[in-house]
């Protein structure tokens, strides 16, 4: 039973470093993001075009700030 809850810890630890990395922000940003192009596709309006303009700004401040962290 042990070997079992290991390989379940492993796994979702495996997720959650996969999924929230080094920077939780991003992922929170991207969950908002869907989040709002599913509360704005169910309301009726295009919303394809959201999620690719949150990615792209939140990686740009992740790094940016990243960049800012390294050089002091």
Same mark, same amino acid.
């Given at each position: 039973m042990?070997?079992?809850w290991s390989w379940i810890k &492993?796994?979702?630890m495996f997720w959650y470093g996969f999924i929230?990395?080094?920077?939780?922000t991003v992922a929170a940003a991207v969950a908002v993001g869907v989040a709002a192009t599913?509360?704005?596709a169910? &309301?009726?309006i295009t919303a394809w075009w959201l999620l690719p303009p949150i990615v792209v700004i939140i990686v740009?401040?992740?790094?940016w700030r990243l960049e800012r962290?390294?050089?002091q």
């Open positions: 042990k070997t079992i &492993a796994f979702g929230i990395g080094d920077d939780w599913w509360f704005l169910r &309301a009726g740009g401040l992740s790094i962290q390294t050089d």
